[in-house]
């Protein structure tokens, strides 16, 4: 609407400003509940400005963790989260640009085929097939391990499917004039479609990241070893039955820890991760 | 430096009953710094045959020389070859200088030479302020004149161009047309050039290759396209307006054309079917010539240099180019028409080929 209506404008802020107050609104209460006592956490109503106990919550986290329940430091679950997502961000990237390479660009008998299976495990996300996957990394020693934690996320049809798209709109003339030029297959791949695809892989790094970072249940089956917890993990553990028990004020921190990251790679990337998806240099 | 010659080339997709033939046996040789336009309208096979010389497309049946060297089974980029595409096809993430030197990069020529080369392109076609720029920053003339960069520097024996100036507008065009002209007076290197537009078949040419429905139709000079079309075809698709092509049934002294009997020049080359091709610009007003046919005008459009009068004869028209200075004929105007025998051309109706 190019409408210029002074009214329109009041109006659609006030709009704005009350979707921002009802998103941004949960994410205020647990920072202010991560500032406070457990005792101020558990007055009902809970108080809604800060208080006082903010570096005093969030050192214990990161340096102790809580003392109840899982009583394990933040700070190595964090370094955990990050490498998890790392590996899964970076492994989807890299196999995935390959197969649609080589799904693309080259042919070999039932490419089709190939393509249709890759395409097929869309339908089966982590949850369906948990069970024979867990039975698989546990027989293969890799529980409590990152290998364990990563493999088995890695292989993303998503992708692969996103960057089969993006080769296919890369003209022809583009291969044919490099073939002209005497590159070779890999030789193209890392001269000409690597730089093309380098929004599209900034955007896959952010949606990946935080898909990695994220991850629940597949972690929760495979880590016993508190070392190994990441952050969503170690928030969980944090909780004990019974409210009074549970250290809320810690699991806000460690939640507020949590967000984090995934909050800084998009605010980071997010000019790339926007031309990523809207627009490429062709 | 190559010459390069065409022995039954033959390009087929597919296998067996379905195979689907779309180039069927040219032969042509053409020799070291010719520049060769292959001109014919869409899907004449033009593109897939050039497609065929630089290596992009398989050559199903014939050899391909190119400097004495049979090429059928060489990649691309050993073929000594550069190619300027339709579409520039330049890498978008590099620098004009990068696209004109990745071909060298990859063949590993010392980097000095490979500045030495890009700048002497680059002055030759007044890129020198531009070489920092990327292809999406460069006005379409500019692209086209990097591609033609990217082609000259690689030293190639053949350039190899597929309709590279469709893309620009009209005046570009033109000018370009006389760069690429300029550039191979220079430079002399064998070249092949596919096109529809017969403009550019006929002003760059030294020799045309006229090809149809994947057939050498005629493969001469300009003048000689021009002047004897080896069939109807060529005929209708060079010059413009179209040669008038003629029906009808000769007896020898008389040409009947859908219910009009027309005086036939003594020259007339036997009796029964024939087909009559006069260009519109060999035609003329007045009884000169060896008959004269009176025809009604139709509809008269006006250029400015010259007139295009429409007559009508049987179920076809006639077309006429007459001087713009000379008075317009009204439409239901009768005319006489007077026609010069040795601007006539014959053809067989059965195979379209030219009989005198």
Partial sequence: ?282 | MASISLRNVIKRYGRGPKANQVVHGVDAEIGDGEFIVIVGPSGCGKSTLLRMVAGLEEITGGEIHIGGRIVNRLEPSERDIAMVFQNYALYPHMSVFDNMAYGLKIAKVPLAEIKTRVDKAAKILELGALLERRPRELSGGQRQRVAMGRAIVRQPAVFLFDEPLSNLDAKLRAQTRLEIQKLHRELGITSLFVTHDQVEAMTLAQRMLVMNAGRMEQFGTPEEVYQRPASTFVAGFIGSPPMNLLRGQADGARLSIGGHSLPLPAAAPRNGELILGLRPEHAGWGADGPGTWELQVEVVETLGAERLVYCRLGDTLFTVRIDGMLPAPRPGDRVPLGVAAERLHWFDPGTSQRIA
């Fill in chain 1, 1 to 282: 609407m190019v409408e210029r209506n002074p009214v329109l404008t009041i109006v659609t802020h006030v709009v704005l400003a009350i979707g921002i107050a009802i998103v941004a609104f949960p994410l205020y209460i647990t920072f202010v509940a991560s500032t406070l006592t457990m005792e101020q956490v558990l007055e009902v109503p809970m108080r809604l400005l800060p208080g006082d106990q903010f570096w005093a919550n969030y050192s214990q986290v990161l340096g102790a963790g809580s003392t109840r329940g899982s009583a394990a430091p933040v700070a190595p679950m964090m370094v955990n989260s990050l490498i998890m997502a790392l590996v899964i961000a970076v492994g989807k990237i890299a196999i995935s640009i390959i197969s649609a390479f080589a799904i693309v660009y080259f042919r070999f008998p039932l490419r089709s085929f190939f393509f249709w299976m890759i395409f097929v495990t869309l339908m089966l996300p982590v949850e369906v097939r948990i069970i024979p996957t867990f039975k698989v990394v546990s027989d293969l020693g890799m529980l409590d391990s990152y290998a364990g934690l990563t493999l088995p996320l890695i292989a993303s049809a998503t992708a692969t499917f996103l960057f089969r798209q993006f080769f296919m709109t890369v003209p022809d003339e583009l291969v044919e004039a490099a073939r002209i030029d005497g590159a070779g297959p890999m030789r193209f791949f890392i001269d000409v479609l690597l730089p093309l695809s380098a929004t599209s892989i900034a955007a896959l790094f952010v949606i990946q990241f935080i898909y990695g970072w994220n991850q629940y249940l597949w972690p929760l089956l495979i880590t016993n070893d508190e070392s190994m917890y990441t952050a969503v993990i170690g928030i969980k553990r944090m909780i004990v039955g019974g409210d009074a028990l549970t250290e809320w004020h810690l699991v806000m921190a460690t939640a507020m820890l949590a967000m984090l990251p995934p909050a800084l790679v998009v605010l980071l990337m997010q000019k790339w991760f926007v031309k990523g998806l809207v627009d490429t240099e062709k």
